[in-house]
């Protein structure tokens, strides 16, 4: 039972354009949302984060939109470079489990020069 | 040190053996999390420790995980009679524990069991 799905295994896009990454949801617990990125042989490290309470938040090129009714959320990256390149993980918690994270199974973002 | 550091980098036993692998959280970290990433996969929680005391269990896949924060701080995952399907990247994360707050993850270490 997948309570976070990031749906598009990779995704590949062209310097300076946007990148968007989506990820699905099912539990209506869960009240705070991350975005991991991951370089290989590294840990996964936090990108940007939302509430529930937002639908919105932007830092510098990345934006989290969070859609409560849909249960759905996205990172949009623009202008997008080829140092973005990595993996990118959706990641939920909720009021309780003390921040335990729940993760999608990753989008592998390539961004050519 | 700086941030999360997590020994070995990598090991590699055969099956059957026993292994330990050990984490060091961030100083002045309460919490502290154990997750498995299988190749292709995102981080599957395993445990979480609220100081000492393991506040969660319930990602521990049978009775050959167990993990253990003697003394709050630094936090050893212990896997006996080791299988090949426990092969795998172990992560570790710390976190202030302060309710919405971000993880903060170690590079990993990587378990390969022949």
């Known amino acids: 039972d997948q309570q976070v799905k990031q749906n598009s295994p990779s995704l590949s896009v062209q310097e300076g354009r946007i990148s968007i990454l989506n990820c699905d949801y099912t539990?209506?617990?869960?009240?705070?949302f991350l975005w991991y990125k991951k370089y290989p042989a590294e840990g996964p490290t936090f990108l940007i984060s939302?509430?529930?309470?937002?639908d919105k938040n932007e830092d510098g090129r990345f934006t989290v939109f969070l859609n409560k009714s849909a249960k759905h959320l996205s990172l949009h990256i623009v202008p997008s470079q080829p140092g973005d390149s990595a993996v990118y993980f959706c990641?939920?918690?909720?009021?309780?489990?003390?921040?335990?994270?729940?993760f999608g199974g990753g989008t592998r973002l390539m961004v050519k020069p | 040190g700086a941030g999360v550091s997590q020994t070995p980098s990598n090991k590699v036993t055969e099956k059957g053996k026993y292994v330990e692998l050990r984490c060091d959280p961030i100083?002045?970290?309460?919490?502290l999390y154990w997750y498995r990433q299988s190749l292709g996969q995102g981080p599957e929680f395993l445990i979480y420790f609220q100081g000492t005391g393991a506040a969660d269990d319930s990602g521990l896949p049978n009775d050959r995980f167990f993990a253990v924060r003697p003394e709050g701080s630094v936090s050893t995952l212990k896997i006996q009679r080791t299988e090949r399907g426990d092969s795998a990247v172990y992560l570790c994360?710390?976190?202030?524990?302060?309710?919405?707050?971000?993880?903060?993850f170690g590079e990993g270490s990587r378990l390969t069991v022949l």
């Open positions: 100083s002045g970290h309460t919490a």
């Open positions: 990641a939920a918690s909720g009021p309780t489990g003390g921040n335990m994270l729940t």
């Open positions: 994360a710390s976190s202030p524990g302060l309710a919405g707050g971000e993880l903060f």
């Open positions: 939302i509430s529930s309470i937002k």
């Open positions: 539990n209506s617990m869960f009240d705070y």
